[in-house]
């Protein structure tokens, strides 16, 4: 987006709440567009995944500007709500893994056989798939369209609020 100079009319703490409000309320909406299309593109192996997507819509209130992160929580706090944690690191399905070596910590060796557990293994790493990142990109014309119908409404209060100012000159005459 590109940045303009808006300058505010009206300063008052009414007017700033709803502007806050419905910057959020724009920004909430483009997040459950994406949060619906990255549970609809999950892989069928991560289906616990998708209990840790999440988003935030926040305000700087030094500079004005509303925020929107999306991403995902970790495993403690998707516990915290009651749900299942996926055994896989969301990281590791966005940016995948390298090869590496697994191998047990304070474990000792079973073996039933020809099976040997808790054994070091090479894991061959996995390729990374971008699932975020790509589904924001490909989506953009569908957040845009959540969010119109606030920043039309966010239009109108700007243009309430300049027919509400006077700026002729009052002048006072004494007989």
Known sequence: MSKSNVTFINTSPEVKKTLVDLSKTALRASAKVIRKKLRDELPTRSKRLKNHIGSWAMINYKTGQPTLQIGF???????????????????????????????PRNAKVLTNGDVIYGHKVQHP???????????????????????????????????????????????????
């Open 73 to 103: 929580y970790s495993w403690q706090k998707v516990r915290k709500k009651g749900k299942l944690p996926s055994h896989a690191s969301p990281h590791w399905v966005e940016f995948g893994t390298t090869s590496h070596q697994i191998q």
């Open 125 to 175: 790493g996995t390729k990374a798939t971008h699932l975020l990142r790509n589904t924001v990109e490909n989506n953009i014309a569908e957040i845009r369209a959540a969010q119109e119908e606030y920043l039309a409404e966010i239009s109108k209060t700007i243009e309430q609020a300049k027919q509400k100012c006077y700026i002729g000159e009052d002048t006072e005459e004494d007989d």
